[in-house]
């Protein structure tokens, strides 16, 4: 059974910075999709970054240049270094993580890719 958990959220003003973990468990496939998606309250969940076991990184747009996705195989960790954090950044953010990079024509990094695992969520507040 994979397990998902994330850490590293908080409260940061505006213009700080944060790196969030999320510690993967149980999974054994060699290939994966990892990814980092946030819902903001009243708003609907959207991806902020993806990595892919042939080491393609996908970033929402709004993120590039301050977000950076990494993971570390050897501790089975995804992490999300958050840089010159915005007030509409503040969000619950969740990690997933899928057995397939591709599912037919469609890559992970698309909006409409359903990814198979989730963690619980770690909230990221940024005041102005």
């Known amino acids: 059974q994979v397990q998902l958990r994330e850490s590293g959220g908080g409260s940061v003003q505006a213009g700080g910075s944060l790196r969030l973990s999320c510690k993967v468990s149980?999974?054994?496939?060699?290939?994966?999709?990892m990814g980092w998606f946030r819902r903001a309250p009243g708003k609907e969940r959207e991806g902020v970054a993806t990595?892919?076991?042939?080491?393609?990184?996908v970033y929402k747009d709004s993120v590039k240049g301050r977000f950076a996705i990494a993971e570390d195989s050897a501790k089975n960790t995804l992490y999300l270094q958050m840089h010159s954090l915005k007030p509409e950044d503040a969000a619950m953010y969740y990690c997933?993580?899928?057995?397939?990079?591709?599912?037919?024509?469609?890559?992970?990094?698309?909006?409409?890719?359903?990814?198979?695992?989730w963690g619980q969520g770690t909230p990221v507040t940024v005041s102005s």
């Open positions: 997933a993580v899928d057995p397939w990079v591709m599912r037919g024509n469609l890559h992970c990094s698309h909006a409409g890719y359903v990814f198979a695992d």
């Open positions: 149980g999974y054994t496939y060699r290939t994966y999709c």
């Open positions: 990595i892919d076991s042939d080491g393609m990184t």
